[in-house]
């Protein structure tokens, strides 16, 4: 028989995070026709480190060890959130006009802001061979800096049509109302989605400066470098 061995790692993580900060909130209510809230939090949220990978950065001499808490990954310092209802009751039409066609209907409005996402920025150090700027990983500032924001609004509309003892629900759901593009990918050069033309990391396969020796990584426009824009979704209900 024959004894083979082999070399592993085991990923263990022991540390710790915490969190701390200030939420509040505000609502509204009027008669029948409205009701709506908003609220906000700022918090930090610190720890040892954001996965048990980061101890392979100190193992590789990559990355200091360090006593110090740092940002973790997951840490978003503001969060805004707005929601409205406007209830229109049936055979009660805003301002008298058009009963049983501008009545019995609803509109839900949410509006939503948040920091980004922490990265690691890259910094510039000094210049490649092909004349490429050769920006490398700022491990000294380790989930430092914050993404472009998120935001988006978010609408639904349902109107309640009964006929013969049926009720049918018209329902239209816009997400995204507004089109904004949230990076989810973030470029640790710019803070944002790769856009062409923008300064890339020198791991990064540059369309500027394309590899031309395998293997060849594909370019950084990952269509999930954002999250969905405008969706509208129209749906038709009926109870009986």
């Known amino acids: 028989s024959r004894l083979s061995t082999s070399n592993f790692i085991t990923y263990v993580n022991s540390d710790y995070a915490r969190s701390r900060g200030i939420e509040a909130e505000f609502r509204k209510r009027i008669g029948k026709w409205f009701r709506g809230s908003v609220s ?53 039409p805003l301002f008298g006009f058009a009963p049983g066609i501008l009545d019995d209907y609803m509109v839900h409005v949410r509006g939503f802001y948040e920091s980004g996402k922490r990265y ?26 914050l993404g472009q924001p998120w935001f988006w609004i ?24 507004v089109d904004i593009r949230n990076s989810a990918i973030i470029n640790p050069v710019t803070g944002k989605a790769y856009e062409f033309g923008d300064p890339t990391p020198s791991g990064w396969n540059d369309p500027l400066y ?8 594909p370019f950084p426009l990952n269509p999930a470098r954002y999250l969905t824009g405008r969706n509208v979704q129209v749906g038709l209900a009926m109870r009986f």
Request: proline fraction near 5%.
């Open 40 to 92: 906000g939090s700022y918090s930090i949220t610190t720890g040892k480190s954001s996965t048990p990978d980061q101890a392979v950065l100190v193992a590789r001499g990559i990355q200091d060890e360090t006593i110090k808490e740092t940002y973790v990954v997951w840490d978003r310092p503001l969060q805004f959130h707005l929601n409205a209802t406007f209830t229109v009751q049936q055979n009660e």
């Open 120 to 145: 690691t920025p890259s910094r510039l150090d000094g210049t490649l061979q092909n004349g490429r700027p050769n920006y490398v990983s700022d491990y000294n500032n380790l989930l430092g800096s």
């Open 154 to 177: 978010d609408m639904n509309i349902e109107k309640y049509i009964r006929v013969s003892g049926l009720e049918f629900t018209l329902s239209v759901q816009i997400k995204n109302l």
């Open 210 to 217: 394309p590899q031309l020796q395998a293997p060849v990584s």
